[in-house]
T-cell receptor, first 113, second 111 residues
Framework: EAQVTQNPRYLITVTGKKLTVTCSQN?????MSWYRQDPGLGLRQIYY???????DKGDVPEGYKVSRKEKRNFPLILESPSPNQTSLYFC????????????FGPGTRLLVL | KNQVEQSPQSLIILEGKNCTLQ??????????LRWYKQDTGRGPVSLTI?????NTKSNGRYTATLDADTKQSSLHITASQLSDSASYIC??????????FGKGTTLSVSS
């Protein structure tokens, strides 16, 4: 079954404690991205990757890091989380053509105290 | 500025009724337009994708239309069901890779 998986699904942490949210896809997609979703603001892109070792900033990259060492994995790293990073996070993937369906993961709900 | 505006922001309808959601965009250059359905707390799921040359595309009870001249799209839901209660997001793919997201319309279907 084609899918995007994220872990963990729920996370409560404290300010400054480094965390990583993993994302994996089994569709051999070139393009992967991370979004955050906040009430009233919709989905906003954090980072994206067009292929292995190729990453770029989206609309709201501050406070986040990513890496793309393998095609299937695209982890999101918060080096020093702050309360304003409390949000619902989605990973997504699609083919590089841009004309195909983008598949979203189930979401990770993060609370930073 | 590249923008996608959706209306209404929220909508309440009775089960069995039809409804239409609107999407206006100013994205250029245009590649395609997508409609997603997002259930509360879950990831968006693709309903339709339309390119410049497509005027209408259906997916079951969902029918999307596109007028590339006026830069408008609509999503029509026929014979609504309780399970249609969700947020509906319009997304325009700017030629290249960028996806421009609307803020969504929240639909509530009541019995």
């Amino acid at each position: 079954e084609a899918q995007v998986t994220q872990n963990p699904r729920y996370l409560i942490t404290v300010t400054g404690k480094k965390l990583t949210v993993t994302c994996s896809q089994n569709m051999n997609h070139e393009y992967m991205s991370w979004y955050r979703q906040d009430p009233g603001l919709g989905l906003r892109q954090i980072y994206y990757s067009m292929n292995v070792e190729v990453t770029d900033k989206g609309d709201v990259p501050e406070g986040y890091k990513v890496s793309r060492k393998e095609k299937r994995n695209f982890p999101l790293i918060l080096e020093s989380p702050s309360p304003n990073q409390t949000s619902l996070y989605f990973c997504a993937s699609r083919t590089g053509s841009g004309k195909e369906t983008q598949y979203f993961g189930p979401g990770t709900r993060l609370l930073v105290l | 500025k590249n923008q996608v505006e959706q209306s209404p922001q929220s909508l309440i309808i009775l089960e069995g009724k039809n409804c239409t959601l609107q999407c206006n965009y100013t994205v250029s250059p245009f590649s395609n337009l997508r409609w997603y359905k997002q259930d509360t707390g879950r990831g968006p799921v693709s309903l339709t994708i339309m390119t410049f040359s497509e005027n209408t595309k259906s997916n079951g009870r969902y029918t999307a239309t596109l007028d590339a001249d006026t830069k408008q799209s609509s999503l029509h839901i026929t014979a609504s069901q309780l399970s249609d209660s969700a947020s509906y997001i319009c997304v325009v793919n700017q030629a290249g890779t960028a996806l421009i997201f609307g803020k969504g319309t929240t639909l509530s279907v009541s019995s």
